[in-house]
Each structure stands twice: as structure tokens, then as C-alpha cells.
């Protein structure tokens, strides 16, 4: 299915989640300030083609796990993962959100409640429910976000807490992408007091229209016999691309599909993808730990292969290439021809001779194509596992002062960044 609609239109009855497969938010101020100038530049009577928006419903059977959001899917409302286009409806959420504390946070609404306040003839609340967040009557204690992360993201704590300012509730660790999620919200807020300082409410206004009503998506609902991780790797060559770490842990997760039940159930199924999830997690927390200064995600991708697989070259993508080889479809379903005799009979009758002429057994009827996997489960555990363990020790290279070494250390591992520096930390 596939055909146009506006952000008012999408956000009809729906609820939407980035899977764990999906990247975090990648989004930096080249891409804001482009989206900026695309809306303030659009005209009152013309629409804005935004782009693609790929999305695949959410089983019931997967979603009762959702358990702060079951209250909202039993009401009627519809979950759906985001396959691509989640950097704009990203950023669109963050905007909306902008504007809705924006406006409550001037002077002439001082004191008022959501109820109150009214933004192109719609209160903030009625804006707030249909685009952001909805509460559980009667006791409103459950918040339930419209748009999200799967709750083993490390931003989806991020995104409810500091972004969209639900009170918090627990520690919250910052990331990579995490950093850029605060920079959008921080981009933004600067946005419409600019903006508002040259246009008043009516710019702010002029703005929400705009957003909600003129910018188009085409939708494409996924069928649910499309491989999704394909799909998702397949669109993401598109646009700003994924990094080799994204990629290989949508490779990673799409590899615990594949195995039968036989090699690995379902209860495996799912620790190996919470660890897979986990690795990255940490990953992602120890490359973005000092926010002044995030470490490139690929480069230690690259060194954690050349010390875990202890391979010297140093050329190009060398690596990416042989990780994606190794962690590949091929080698969970790698088929080979084994040959099978068959049981020779105990009578021998010693009066027939051998006649050339007596037909052979072909190759087809003697021999059997087996599969083979040649890539254990345990493998893919054993290294997103090592990936996870390394990464702390990675930022330690990079900042000594930080780690747990004696000074004496500390003072010869400053400088000291290369790839020995990380296999002495790890030993």
C-alpha cells in the first residue's frame, strides 16, 4: 500500500516504534538547518514532498510485551515499526514537541493549564495527545508515547525523559546518538525564539501549519512476508548511509532469525539478540562518554577486528568486508553435497558377473544435499560479547585520565592510541 499523507494524517490511531535493528538518531546541524529552511521557505498554498516513510505493523503477538502501551493498542490504535524514514519522523516528533513548550512557556501563558492554551484552534492538549503522548484515564499515571524507541534502545529513555521532559525516574545514559537527539531539541527551542522575537505567535503558528498539514509522506506499509531486515538494509544505501557498525548489527540480529529451532529455540532466539542489543548499547555509551570529543564508531569497529581476529592488513574497507562475510545468511544456511552409500546386501550371488553395461547410479541418486551451518550461535555471542567488553577500554586509550590505571599508566598511555595501546588495556 502506498500513497500520500500529511503528518496529520499519519498520526491517526498509530502508534510508532524503531526496532533494535534500526541506527539511533543521526541527524547533525547540516540536515536541521536544511529541514529549517524547507519549511519556513515553503508557500501557504503548495504541499512538500518529504519523502518516503516505509513502515510494517507490529503483531499483537509481539506487542503484548509493550506493557505501558496495551491500554492504548486495546482502545483501537495500531503499532508499526519504522523501517525508513525514521530520522525525519524523529525529527518532526522533537519539533512538535518544540512548539507545544514553547508556546507554553511564554509570558502570556503563565499559570494557564494545557487546556487553555490554543495553537492554530486546537489546545495544547488536543495537540499534545494526537502527536505526542496520551495518559491512562482515570488515574493518568501511564504515559504512552505516540513515537518512540523498543525499550532496549539506549535512547528511549533518552527520547521520553529529556527530550519530550517526562519526570525522570532513573539514571539516564547519554550516547552518540543521544547527543544528537539534545542538539535537535536545543536547535529548535533556538528556532522559534528567533522566530517568534521576528513574527510573534503568528510565525510560530504559520510553522505548525505547515508542518501538519503541507509536508507529505508517501507511505508503504511492508508486507509481512517481506524480509524487513533486508528491506532495511537495502533503503538504508539511501540518504545520509549507515555507518559499518549499524549495519553490522542489523547483519547480527537478522542472523538470529535464520536459525532453525533445532540449533537455536525461541528463549536462545531472544537472549542472543538482547546481548547482541546489549553490546551495542555499551558500545554506543563508551564512543559517546565524552561529549566534547565522541570517538568514530567505525574506527574502533576496525581495531576491535584486527586484535579479536588478529588480522594485520591494513587496507581500505578490508574489514567490513570480512566481517560481513563472515556474519553472513550463507554461512547459517551453506549447503553441501555429502555422499551416502548404500547398505550392501550380506547375500552375495557369486554367479553375476560385473557388466559394464549395468547402469551406474547417478550422482543425484547416491549423493544428498545437507545444510550446514558453518557459523554457531556461540560465535556471534562470543563477539558482540568481546565488542561489548573492549569498548570501555577503547575510550580509556583515548582518555587515560579517566580510567582506573595508576598514574605512572595513565602518563604512558597518554598519546598512545593506537591499536597495541588497546590490546595492552585489554589484557
Known amino acids: 500500500m ?40 515553503l508557500q501557504e498554498d503548495r504541499y512538500h514532498y518529504t519523502g518516503l516513510l516505509s513502515l510494517k505493523a507490529v503483531a499483537k503477538s509481539e506487542s503484548r510485551t509493550w506493557s505501558n502501551d496495551k491500554w492504548l493498542l486495546d482502545s483501537g490504535y495500531k503499532a508499526y515499526h519504522v523501517v525508513d524514514g525514521q530520522q525525519r519522523l524523529t525529527t518532526f516528533s522533537i519539533l512538535v514537541n518544540e512548539i507545544v513548550s514553547f508556546v507554553e512557556s ?21 495537540i499534545r495527545a494526537k502527536y505526542i503522548s496520551q495518559k491512562r484515564p482515570p488515574q493518568n499515571l501511564i504515559t504512552t508515547y505516540l513515537f518512540g524507541y523498543e525499550v532496549d534502545n539506549p535512547s528511549a529513555d533518552y527520547l521520553t525523559y529529556k527530550i519530550f521532559d517526562e519526570p525522570l525516574r532513573g539514571t539516564v545514559n547519554e550516547t552518540y546518538y543521544t547527543q544528537n537527539l539534545k542538539y535537535a531539541k536545543e536547535f529548535f527551542l533556538d528556532c522559534f525564539g528567533k522566530l517568534y522575537t521576528a513574527e510573534g505567535i503568528n510565525g510560530v503558528e504559520d510553522v505548525f501549519r505547515r508542518i501538519t498539514l503541507q509536508l507529505m509522506f508517501n507511505i508503504h506499509e511492508i508486507e509481512d512476508d517481506y524480509d524487513v531486515f533486508v528491506a532495511f538494509e537495502t533503503m538504508n544505501n539511501r540518504g545520509k548511509k549507515l555507518t559499518n557498525l549499524e549495519l553490522l548489527k542489523n547483519r547480527l540480529i537478522y542472523l538470529t532469525t535464520l536459525y532453525d529451532t533445532g540449533k537455536l529455540d525461541p528463549m536462545d532466539k531472544a537472549e542472543l539478540r538482547k546481548q547482541i542489543n546489549d553490546a551495542w548499547k555499551e558500545v554506543y555509551y563508551q564512543l559517546g562518554r565524552n561529549q566534547n570529543s565522541p570517538l568514530s564508531d567505525d574506527e574502533f569497529l576496525r581495531a576491535h577486528w584486527i586484535m579479536y581476529f588478529q588480522y594485520s592488513r591494513k587496507k581500505g574497507d578490508d574489514y567490513i568486508k570480512f566481517l560481513l562475510n563472515k556474519f553472513s ?86 598519546g598512545d592510541r593506537d591499536l597495541s595501546g588497546l590490546s595492552k588495556l585489554c589484557c
Open 106 to 126: 511564554l509570558d502570556c501563558n503563565e499559570g494557564k493549564s494545557d487546556e487553555k492554551i490554543v495553537l492554530c484552534y486546537q489546545t495544547l492538549k488536543a
Open 329 to 414: 545468511a550463507k554461512n547459517i544456511f551453506d549447503k553441501q553435497i555429502i555422499a551416502i552409500e548404500e547398505a550392501v546386501s550380506d547375500t552375495i550371488d557369486t554367479e553375476i558377473e560385473e557388466d559394464d553395461d549395468v547402469p551406474q547410479p547417478s550422482e543425484s541418486e547416491t549423493d544428498t544435499v545437507i545444510t550446514i551451518s558453518k557459523l554457531e550461535p556461540g560465535e556471534i555471542a562470543a563477539y558482540v560479547n568481546s565488542l561489548k567488553s573492549v569498548a570501555k577500554y577503547w575510550f580509556f586509550t583515548f582518555f587515560p585520565e579517566l580510567s582506573d590505571l595508576t598514574h605512572e599508566e595513565k602518563v604512558n598511555r597518554q
Open 2 to 41: 502506498s500513497d500520500l499523507q500529511s503528518l496529520s494524517e499519519l498520526y491517526q490511531n498509530k502508534l510508532f516504534r524503531i526496532p533494535d535493528y534500526q541506527r539511533g538518531y543521526a541527524w547533525k546541524q547540516d540536515q536541521l538547518v536544511d529541514f529549517w529552511d524547507d519549511i519556513l521557505n
